[in-house]
């Protein structure tokens, strides 16, 4: 098991360098952030402009801009934003712990929810609950993010007027984007539970179970559910890294203050150190993510500890 | 008044005071019928069965795959609810206490759950899928005793221990933190009998609870359960498929037939006066070790096979007098065949399967050559070298005087037109996509022996009618036949090809007996008709005395017996041989036999780099006959 967590660890650096690689790359093929900064081609000279670039540090060759970069990271220096001088630390520490709530708190929620829901569909196989509970999770699958979004800002804050329609300003501003996202994963989610679930209950041991006398609920939470939970633990790690792609989008709409709309507004204004810190940090939490999750199965499926 | 249904077929002698032996039965189930689906497509499994279990004895349930058993065996404790089964008619009447009866069919879930586990407890055929492989042993044996006799969670785990040690499990102190997976097949039917056991029920259900056992494991399980039997005054229903087993195990005889019961009687009764066609029939199929003795060559004999309720002969008896010795067509020298397995974190190689070691034997034009042997005894991955699918180590092989490694990537592929091979399941081996006539086809279209079409249809035409099968099943895809039909199939195709050695590992180990004898007559008489060669892996001693003229012996890699089949039936020298020879229920329980006493694990080929196993040597005991020298490791073992 250590062998195993340190191959991944090793294999984690070099996920974390490809995206930096590629994200500092990219983003110097969208322009030139000088000319943003003054506010369009035309309206300074070529002198100036050089100038600002030369300020910036931005005529040095791009692995020399790139190193500097990397240097900056392991020491948690991320630059300046091109925008206003602030530490991009600074900005990503304000940010993130925004995006990280709302990314768990949708992904708890939705754990919530799928489970039971999943169980109560296999063990229905076929009836009535099963029928309802597939055709709930297709419809849920159906709907785009951000029409979601919008259809809960006019029902919710503009009819009934129960919940504000944006920013973050206490709990009940939170319940919105949260939702949004919950209800989406659990689409997805109740299907997987669902699907694991039957397999594990066709399997011997359950039978076993039952002939042990055991009740319903004991043979299905605690003999089926951790067997099935296996590849629901796997999907939850790559669903991960789309659901910090979906919480940029729902972010925008709510004008949630997070990791989202920071990385959003840094590629709009070409701000390459801002966008390099937040999308290097999200990376960096998929990666640990699916690191974590690695680290789970062991702890549920005893197969993969002793191997 | 007690049969609600139609009065049973074949209630002899020790029925004739029903009344007065039900009141005493532990269980007694009247008419008991149980349907899947619903509507038109509904299908009855079970058709008003009723038979009696008295205290503390066994009773054998015997039928061929879907006879209705398991579902017969499900149905006692209401198990078919989870299935998708419905008890439409019927009574299952439990007392526990020699008392009031309790009928199953009737009670509460509550009711229900009291019982299972508690009085009435099963162990099922998989032992590799009976345990939940995410908990302890220790926590799966517990959870009974707390459930159903309230002990604490440390007195549950004293108990677990004492019930490991009366399954004769060593070192149980361990074993209850090891989770399943860290054990083997035999062990783990131990805990599951532990764990059935574990609240001292008054019966024990067993639905094949060897069948997926080697030889010699079985052996230590029967031996388990007829101990701990005696010791506890359990009452045993065991379903299985083996004639063997039933003799050996149980004291009457439920057969049963498409889901009905189609005879009852003491077990001595079943084997010497069968009265019922389809018993007859199942016996004439059984093949017994020892009914060959005295006798040099393999024979065919013909076998019953029940036509519109009628038992009917097919096939004559025939010796099969085909082997040409005096050139051989394959001989194999000191084969050896490893696979590296463990690796560190570098990638450097740790462990080995010693897979195949030095093995050495010839097969000759016409002959079948037996390799029998348990799990890891290298018997299949001998055969998956020959047929190319596998790389050996070192060795040599020559097939009709040529070298199989000095061949051209071209022979190469001409041997395997000359080396066929059938694989054991019938059901995975045919594509589900194509029609048969094409899987048949395809080993004429790869080696591109006929070209046209016509000539080619034709072609497979004949091998359906030479196998059995008719020549417009060639239209059809595999999911339209049985598994006997689908294994017709799979020899057909293996012929096609026109092979002169053909490897057939297990291939009828699956089967049901009676197809089984019927399959073992096709291949005995395709070998008379186009001279071929067999090489026949199997773990069924029974089989093997049938349908070979030559058995190898192999234990961990290594042959460790090679002679006639006369020679290894009538006179086996090696101990292991002996030990296997031992194992190996008889289905005559008249027959008393000197019983080794078995003990022990089968040991595992995988060793340590470096550890390289030794090499026995073999002597001639007599002309043909080759024993290994017992050497203290090898003697240790078996």
């Known amino acids: ?307 | 008044m007690y049969f609600a249904g139609p009065v049973p077929l074949q209630e002899r002698g020790w029925m004739s005071d029903t009344a007065n032996r039900q009141s005493q039965a532990l269980l007694s189930v009247r008419s008991l019928s149980v349907e899947f689906g619903t509507g038109s497509g509904a299908f009855k499994a079970v058709k008003e069965v009723s038979f009696d279990v008295q205290p503390g004895k066994t009773l054998a349930v015997v039928g061929e795959s879907g006879s209705g058993k398991s579902v017969t065996s499900l149905a006692i404790m209401r198990l078919t609810d989870y299935t998708g089964g419905r008890i439409t008619n019927g009574q299952v009447l439990f007392r526990p206490d020699g008392g009031e009866a309790i009928d199953l069919v009737k009670a509460s879930d509550n009711k229900l759950r009291e019982i299972r586990g508690n009085d009435i407890a099963m162990i099922f055929q998989e032992p590799m899928t009976s345990l939940n492989p995410v908990f302890t042993i220790g926590n799966q044996i517990s959870e009974t005793l707390i459930l159903h006799q309230g002990l604490t969670g440390r007195d549950a785990r004293l108990r677990a221990k004492e019930l490991l040690q009366k399954v004769r499990l060593p070192d149980a102190d361990k074993l209850l933190d090891r989770y399943p997976h860290q054990l083997s097949g035999g062990m783990r039917q131990r805990v599951m009998i532990a764990m059935a056991l574990a609240c001292n029920p008054k019966l024990l259900i067993a639905d094949e609870p060897t069948t997926a056992l080697d030889v010699t494991i079985q052996a230590q399980i029967l031996n388990i359960i007829r101990d701990l039997q005696q010791e506890m005054g359990t009452a045993v229903i065991f379903i299985t498929h083996d004639m063997g087993v039933v003799a050996e195990m149980a004291d009457d005889v439920v057969v049963m037939w498409k889901g009905e019961k189609v005879e009852q009687a003491p077990v001595r009764d079943i084997f010497s006066a069968p009265q019922h066609p389809y018993t007859r029939a199942l016996l004439s199929a059984v093949p017994r070790l020892g009914s060959l003795t005295g006798q040099p060559l393999p024979k065919r004999t013909p076998v019953m096979v029940m036509d519109g309720g009628v038992a009917k002969p097919v096939g004559g008896t025939h010796e099969q007098n085909t082997a040409d010795y005096t050139k051989p067509i394959l001989e194999v020298e000191k084969l050896t065949t490893r696979f590296d397995v463990g690796k560190t974190f570098f990638g450097r190689v740790t462990h080995r399967v010693h897979a195949v070691e030095e093995v050495s034997f010839d097969i000759y034009p016409g002959e079948t050559l037996a390799l029998v042997g348990e799990s890891g005894s290298g018997k299949s991955t001998i055969g998956r070298t020959l047929q190319q699918l596998v790389e050996p180590t070192g060795g040599t092989v020559r097939f009709d005087g040529r070298d199989m490694a000095a061949m051209s990537h071209g022979d190469r592929r001409r041997l395997r037109q000359e080396i066929q091979y059938i694989f054991q399941d019938p059901f995975a081996s045919l594509d589900p996509r194509h029609t048969v006539g094409y899987s048949i086809a395809e080993p004429i279209i790869v080696h591109g022996l006929i070209n046209d079409r016509k000539a080619r249809e034709r072609r497979v035409h004949e091998l359906l009618e030479q196998v059995g099968l008719q020549p417009q099943h060639a239209k059809r895809y595999p999911h339209e036949f049985s598994g006997g039909q689908r294994q017709r199939i799979c020899i057909a195709r293996a012929l096609a090809s026109n092979p002169k050695l053909v490897i057939a590992d297990e291939s009828v180990s699956a089967l049901d007996v009676s197809i089984q004898a019927q399959i073992v007559n096709l291949l005995m008489e395709l070998q008379e008709k186009r001279r071929l060669s067999y090489l026949f892996i199997t773990h069924d001693m029974a089989v093997v005395e049938k349908i070979s003229h030559r058995v190898a012996v192999m234990y961990l890699g290594q042959i460790v017996e090679l002679g006639s089949r006369q020679a290894i039936f009538e006179n086996p020298q090696h101990s292991y041989t002996r030990k296997l020879l031992s194992a190996v229920p008889i289905a005559d329980p008249q027959r008393e036999r000197a019983k080794m006493r078995i003990e022990g694990e089968i040991p595992s080929p995988v060793r340590p780099v470096g550890q390289e196993p030794a090499i026995h040597r073999m002597r001639e005991v007599e002309p043909g006959h080759w024993v290994a020298i017992e050497t203290d490791q090898l003697r240790g073992a078996a």
């Open chain 1, 1 to 307: 098991m250590a062998g195993f967590i340190l191959k991944r660890l090793l294999q984690a650096v070099f996920v974390v360098l490809a995206v930096t690689l590629i994200v500092s790359f990219a983003i110097r093929l969208s322009g030139d952030p000088a000319v943003m900064l003054v506010g369009g081609a035309g309206s300074v000279s070529e002198q100036d402009l050089q100038n600002i670039r030369q300020a910036l540090g931005l005529e040095r060759p791009f692995y020399v801009q790139y190193f500097s970069f990397l240097e900056g990271i392991l020491t948690g220096d991320f630059g300046k934003s091109f925008m206003g001088g602030t530490p991009v630390s600074l900005l990503i520490k304000n940010a993130l712990p925004a995006t990280l709530l709302l990314a768990f708190a949708s992904l708890i929620t939705s754990i919530i929810l799928s489970v039971p829901l999943g169980i109560y569909a296999a063990v229905n196989r076929g009836r009535w609950p099963d029928q309802a509970i597939r055709i709930l999770s297709l419809v849920g699958l159906s709907f785009p993010n951000f029409w979601l979004a919008i259809m809960m800002v006019l029902f919710f804050s503009i009819m009934l007027g129960l919940l504000p329609p944006s920013g973050m300003e206490g709990p009940e501003s939170f319940v919105m984007p949260a939702l949004t996202m919950a209800i989406i994963l659990t689409a997805t989610n109740v299907r997987l539970v669902r699907t694991s679930m039957l397999e594990t209950l066709s399997q011997q041991y359950i039978m076993v179970a039952r002939s042990k006398g055991l009740r319903d609920r004991v043979v299905l939470y605690k003999h089926a559910l951790r067997n099935s939970a296996i590849p629901l633990v796997t999907y939850i790690g790559l669903q991960f890294g789309g659901l910090i792609g979906g919480i940029v989008i729902i972010e925008r709409v709510f004008n949630w203050p997070g990791m989202g709309t920071l990385a959003f507004d840094a590629i709009a204004n070409r701000d390459y150190p801002v966008l390099q810190g937040t999308i290097t940090v999200l990376a960096l939490f998929i990666v640990l993510i699916n690191l974590l999750v690695d680290i789970a199965y062991g702890l549920i499926d005893p197969r993969i500890r002793t191997e």
